[in-house]
Structures are given as C-alpha cells and as structure tokens.
C-alpha cells in the first residue's frame, strides 16, 4: 500500500474551522494533541528516536551509553586484579582500560601526602637522604644512638643549645689562639677562619678596624644595608685607560637582572637589564631600562646650564610618549598620531595646519613660513588681534614689500604691485558683494606722485564721470568774475548765462557748447579785420607800421615818372629823399604864357595881391593916406619896405595897379600842377 498524506483542518485568524487540507513539509502535530512536536526527518543510520535537549519534541541522534551504577551487579567485595577493566571517556570517546594502566598512571605522578600515617612495621622507606627529611620533628632525637654532645665538661643534647660551654676558657689551634672573646695569631699574621671554605657569624658582627675583603665575591644576605658612608668607589685601583662596564646589579631571580651603571665603552652612564649578574666583567650586553623619576635635568655640557624635562602640573592619568625613530628634517616639529606615537612632521602638515595653541609660550617664534591652510586668525571675548613690528618694521602682506605687496607701519600704508597692473582697492556692495567700486592709482605713464587729500566735513566724493552730483554751494568759488577793458567788474554764478555781445566788426556764434567769436571784414563804412600786406605794412605785437621803403618807393616812381616845366625831381633812394630842382633862368621863362614878370620887363599890375613883396631898390612914393590904401591886405611888410617906398612917385591911381596883386599871384600859382610849383614859383617871385 502506497503512502498517504494525513488532512488537518484548516482554521482562519478568529480560530475557526473553515475546511480540510493536507498537511504540509514542515508542519506538525504538537506534543500536546499527541504528535512528535517536531518536523522530522528519517534521519541517519544508526541513530535513535529521543527526546531532544529541550525536553520539548523528539528528534533522531546518535545512541549514547548510560550505565546505571546502582543497578549494577554488586562487586565490592570482590578483589581486583590488573587484568580487571572499567569504562572511562578518553576526551570524549567512551571506552575500556585496565587497572594495570591506572597502577600505571598513578604510580608515575608525585603526590603529597598531608596527615597520613604510615605503618613502618608493615612498610619499608629506601633512599631517604637528609635533603628528604623537610622538618627536624621527623625523626627524634631520642631514637638516636648519639644524642648528645661534649664540649669541655659541658654535654648538650642535639637539637638543643647552650650558652655557656664549661670546661674552655683558652683555646688555641695553630697559631690561632681564642681567649675569652678574643681570637687572635699568635704569630702575628692574619687570621684566616674557616680555611678558605667561609665563615658564618650567627650574631651581630663588628669590626673595630678596617676590613679589606680580597676574595672574588663579596655576598650580603642580609634583609636591608646600611652604610653611613657618603661615597661608594667601584673599580678601586682601576689606573690607566678604564676598561670594562661598571655598576649595582639588581638580582630580579627568574626576570633578567638590571643594572645603574658606567657604560665604558660608550662612555655614559645606562640604566638596563640583562643576564648579567654581579660576578660578571667586561662590556656587558644589556638592553636599556626605562628610569621613573618626577623630572629630568639635560645639562649642556662643561655648563650649570640645564633643560629641566617634567609632566604637567595638571596631569591627570599616564601618558607615554614615543619618540621617532630619526632626527627629522630642518624647521620640522614633533607631532603626535593621538596614541603618544611621535614623528617629525612640516609645520603644514599638523592637525589643524600648524600649531593650535601658542599660550603656554610667551615669547613664541615662527622658523618658517605660517602656512593657515584654509583657517583664520581668531580672538576670543571680542579681544583685538595686534600685529606690532619692532622699531621701524612693518606688517607686510601679499609681497615682500619692495616689488609688492601691501606695507603697514605707524599712520601709513603702502600698496605696491608686482604683477605689472596698478594697485587698486576695491569696495564691495552690502549685498551678495555683487558690485564692487575701485579705487585705484595713475599708470606709470603719468608720473604722478600726487596727493590727495580728503574733504573735512562729512559727505559723499565725487568723481569725474558722475552727473549732476556737485551741486554749486559745494564749490569754494560757485561763480566767476570778469571785468571789461574800462574795468567795470561783473560776475556770473556757475550754471547760469553769460551772454557774450559783438561789437562793431565783429560776430558772435554759439553752437552746441561751442562759442565761436569772429571778426567781420572792414569795409569803408564798417570796422573790421583789414589784411596787410608785408610789402606795405609791418606789424609787431599788434602794432601796424608802414613799409617806410614801399612809400618811398611809390612816391618815387610818381614824382619821378612826371616832368614839369622848368621843374627837375629826382629821388634818391640811398638817402630815401625827393630832390626838386628849378629852372632858375627866367630868361627860359615866357611871359606870355607863364605869367611870370621878368626882372628887365615892365608888367603892369591889376587887382593884384602882392603877399610879402620886397623891394630891392629905392622907389619914391608920392601918395596921400587914401593912396596907401592900395596897400591894405598887403601882410609881411617891415619898416624897411616902407622906407624902399619913400621915393615912389606914383599918383593914386598908378599905384592901384598894385591892387589884387596877392590875388593874381594866387591865381597864377593856383593854375599849376602841384604845390611844389607853387613853392617854387613864391621862391623866384621873393
């Protein structure tokens, strides 16, 4: 019959029954509704069905053996033999031995007996030696055969003791001689006890003199040593060249021994341990020690001067501190890895980017540069960071200083450039730093060394391309002032009108902001800007000159180029002259067509104007004062023209002739061509 699969019922979360199913890998039936309480398999061969460690469901292991002691057979009484066996676990694996393998066992183990008794008439003990018997109470003295002892005539029992031997009072053996208390030589030498094999001094020992020791080994056993000595020479009688380590051996029993000494062939002094004991000699090899101590005094050597190396006033717990294993770099420092391991670093290189906290040093010192690798220079309480160069120092940023950088010292601050643009300082805005107005110096092409300085009221600078800005009343002057050529004064406020009038030749034109003032040419009826030429005219610093050479020239070649009757001009350029030269031949003169009056012609005169006449001869005159009369308008004449006349002997109406003579002349001159002729012909009529 083929296997089945058992049904169970199924229930839902409220516990109630809604069908049947088959049961299921893993399923179950609890131990208490009669089931296993496990999920079992078939198992392996050989193993059981049990109860599992739990006691709470069966489960296949393996068979273990259970041996029930108390309802075993009863073999009490029965004598056991070394062929006889027992069941025992060897590391777990159950099996069976004899006793002859536990007679073994046992009989090669040292065991103790405490308070056991051991019948001596039944029992033999062999090879006990004196180093076997651990207490004197083993074996009594009265089971000796000797238990006595008789020195002198005083017996004493072993084991016992006396302080008074009887019968000794002087004692000598050799040359050594004992009195009393005294051991002495006899012969003087020294005294040598024990022979070479030692002595032993059960009580207190004094020595009165001097002990001198000459064995290899000088061995102490006492709990502690006092010496009242303030020095303790090692290596006395050493003279030459020292050789060999020197120094207090501490025996340390199973650890090695330790040693404060002189090593020699290092020469310094060594605290160390090693397998070295107190007979030993020469270099010894040792490994060095750690000393404890509350401070360390490092002295520079042949001085009183010293580095004092302590733990800190407020230490609170051990701290050990390993140093490197190299000397480190130039300007590097000791820096920790947190677990006291030390290391030369770069300052860069520390936590935090260099040093933390410089307050223990008062007077700290950078051997390099200070590298603050993304950190700040910080205060605390609001406390002010000084930087305060010595002397005539200087704090200098971003440059050496020279070629650039920025320099601070007292009242001033230098900003120069190395990097061939212009110094410049920037102002940022409040927000976001988004704008930024800069401040910055002239090119080295405009040589400027100029100083500026700031306004001492309160308010805002203006700069050149700001517009509308600088309001009038900001300015010293907010107007200007002129005067005109008669000194008349005027002014006129900045950004107001000054109107600029033309004067007569001249024109004004405004455009824009360009103001053009002009001059109009000059005309016959209008001043103006007349042109010179620089054959006619010369003109110097505003002054107009005429050409003195030109007139002459004109005038020269006008009077020249003409020929008047009886009349020669000449000009004489040299000397810059016009040279006039009459005909002073009246005979060359005609008469009739000249005017002139010969000096051998008669010529009648009518309503003639004579303008002073002269006369070079006597004439008689004979005429009444209305005759005379005829002289009327005749200017010039002197007493001694009247005195030529005194002969004239003319009737009235002959002398009328001379009527008008000054008119006639006048007429006759006004008919020539220039008024050199006039001058000329006057000359001749005088």
């Known amino acids: 019959m083929s296997s089945k699969t058992p049904i169970r019922t199924v229930f839902n979360d409220s516990n109630v029954a809604t069908g049947l199913a088959e049961f299921q890998t893993g399923e179950f039936i609890p131990l208490s509704h009669g089931g296993i309480g496990a999920a079992l ?3 392996s061969a050989g193993q059981v069905l049990k109860v599992n460690t739990g006691g709470s469901a069966l489960e296949f292991g393996s068979v273990e053996a259970i041996v029930n002691i108390d309802g075993a057979t009863d073999k009490t009484s029965a004598t056991l033999v070394a062929g006889d066996q027992i069941l025992l676990s060897d590391g777990g694996a159950e099996g069976r031995v004899t006793l002859s393998q ?3 066992l046992f009989s090669a183990t040292s065991k103790t007996l405490t308070n056991k008794t051991i019948d001596s008439d039944n029992n033999t003990i062999t090879n006990i030696v004196n180093a076997d018997i651990k207490s004197s109470a083993a074996i009594a003295n009265s089971k000796l055969a000797n238990s006595t002892v008789t020195v002198g005539t005083t017996s004493i029992s072993l084991g016992a003791s006396a302080t008074t031997i009887a019968g000794v009072s002087d004692l000598t053996a050799g040359t050594i001689n004992i009195a009393g208390n005294v051991i002495k030589s006899t012969d003087s030498t020294v005294v040598e006890i024990g022979a070479g094999d030692g002595l032993s001094v059960a009580g207190n020992l004094t020595v009165a003199g001097n002990m001198t020791v000459t064995g290899s080994t000088t061995t102490l056993s006492s709990t502690n040593t006092t010496i009242a000595d303030k020095f303790i020479e090692l290596g006395t009688g050493t003279t030459g060249t020292p050789s060999g380590d020197a120094g207090i051996v501490i025996e340390r029993g199973d650890s090695a021994n ?25 270099n010894l090899t040792f490994t060095h020690g750690t000393i404890s101590s509350a401070g360390n005094k490092i002295y520079k050597s042949g ?3 010293a580095v004092s190396l302590v733990a800190s006033s407020s230490l609170a717990g051990n701290v050990t501190l390993t140093l490197p294993v190299n000397d480190g770099d130039a300007n590097q420092l000791l820096a920790t890895d947190g677990s006291g391991n030390l290391s030369f670093i770069s300052a860069t290189a520390a936590s935090g980017a260099g040093l933390s906290d410089l307050s223990d040093d008062s007077t700290p010192s950078l051997g390099g540069n200070l590298d603050m690798n993304g950190n700040d220079i910080i205060t605390l309480s609001n406390a002010n960071i000084d930087l305060l160069p010595h002397g005539t120092g200087k704090v200098i940023m ?13 009242g001033l601050i230098d900003i120069r450039s190395g990097t061939g643009s212009v110094s ?16 910055q110096a002239a090119p080295h092409s405009a040589a400027s060394s100029a100083v500026l300085t700031l306004p001492t009221a309160t308010g805002t600078l203006i700069g050149t391309g700001d517009s509308g800005s600088v309001s009038n009343t900001m300015l010293a002057n907010s107007s200007f002032a002129f005067t005109d050529e008669s000194s008349t004064a005027g002014a006129v406020s900045l950004g107001g009108n000054l109107e600029f009038l033309a004067g007569a030749g001249i024109n004004t034109t405004a455009s824009g902001d360009t ?14 800007i007349a042109s010179f030429t620089s054959a006619d005219f010369s003109v110097a610093s505003g002054a107009v000159s005429l050409v003195a050479e030109r007139i002459q020239d004109i005038v020269g070649a006008m009077v020249g180029s003409n020929t008047e009757t009886r009349i020669t001009v000449t000009y004489d350029d040299s000397a810059a002259t016009l040279n006039f030269v009459v005909d002073n031949d009246l005979s060359n003169y005609d008469n009739s067509s000249s005017g002139f ?4 012609s008669t010529t009648t005169f009518t309503n003639k104007t004579l303008t002073s006449p002269k006369i070079n001869e006597d004439v008689v005159l004979t005429a009444n004062a209305s005759e005379l009369n005829l002289l009327d308008g005749v200017s010039g004449l002197v007493q001694a023209d009247f005195t030529k006349l005194a002969a004239v002997d003319a009737t009235a109406a002959q002398l009328n002739h001379s009527v008008g003579v000054t008119g006639a002349i006048q007429t006759q001159l006004d008919t020539k061509s220039s008024k050199a002729q006039s001058i000329a012909f006057s000359l001749a009529l005088g």
């Open 515 to 528: 103001l053009t003032i002009a001059g109009e040419d000059a005309t016959t009826s209008n001043k103006g």
């Open 258 to 282: 330790a040693i404060i000494g002189f090593d020699e062939s290092s020469d310094e002094f060594i605290i160390g341990t090693g397998s070295f004991t107190g007979s030993s000699t020469g």
């Open 597 to 600: 009056t010969t000096a051998s």
């Open 102 to 104: 536990l007679d073994t």
């Open 303 to 305: 001085t009183a001067h």
């Open 41 to 43: 398999s078939i198992g």
């Open 398 to 410: 971003d440059g050496n200083g020279t070629s650039g950088g920025v320099s601070v010292s007292d």
């Open 424 to 439: 410049k300082i920037k102002f940022y805005c409040e927000t976001s730093n988004a704008h930024a107005q800069t401040l």
